[in-house]
């Protein structure tokens, strides 16, 4: 089993900043790409960013010069600091990662529950 826990959600005021964090634990051989994507109220989940293991990045347009994403492959972690934070950032913020269970098997996709963030005033 692999498991992926989120933290770091909360209440933050717009223009406030927020980091979020992810590990995978479990059995875990290796990682490759980890992410973020997020949802709000109605609206599908979207990607915020991705990290694949060499470090390249990948940022949504709405986030990019606002949010980084980082990540330490000795702790199976990925971060997501999040800076000038807008009301339409709002949204319940799931945590991805690409993970091999044995040197034998693929690579497959595991979720974290999800952590709320919420701006506001």
């Known amino acids: 089993q692999v498991q992926l826990v989120e933290s770091g959600g909360g209440l933050v005021q717009p223009g406030g900043s927020r980091r979020l964090a992810c590990t995978a634990s479990?059995?875990?051989?290796?990682?490759?790409?980890m992410g973020w994507y997020r949802q709000a109220p109605g609206k599908q989940r979207e990607l915020v960013a991705t990290?694949?293991?060499?470090?390249?990045?990948n940022y949504a347009d709405s986030v990019k010069g606002r949010f980084t994403i980082s990540r330490d492959n000795a702790k199976n972690t990925v971060y997501l600091q999040m800076n000038s934070l807008k009301p339409e950032d709002t949204a319940v913020y799931y945590c991805n990662a690409q993970v091999r269970r044995t040197i034998l098997q693929a690579y497959s996709d595991y979720w974290g529950q999800g952590t709320q963030v919420t701006v506001s005033s």
């Open positions: 990290i694949h293991s060499g470090g390249s990045t």
């Open positions: 479990g059995s875990v051989f290796s990682i490759n790409a």
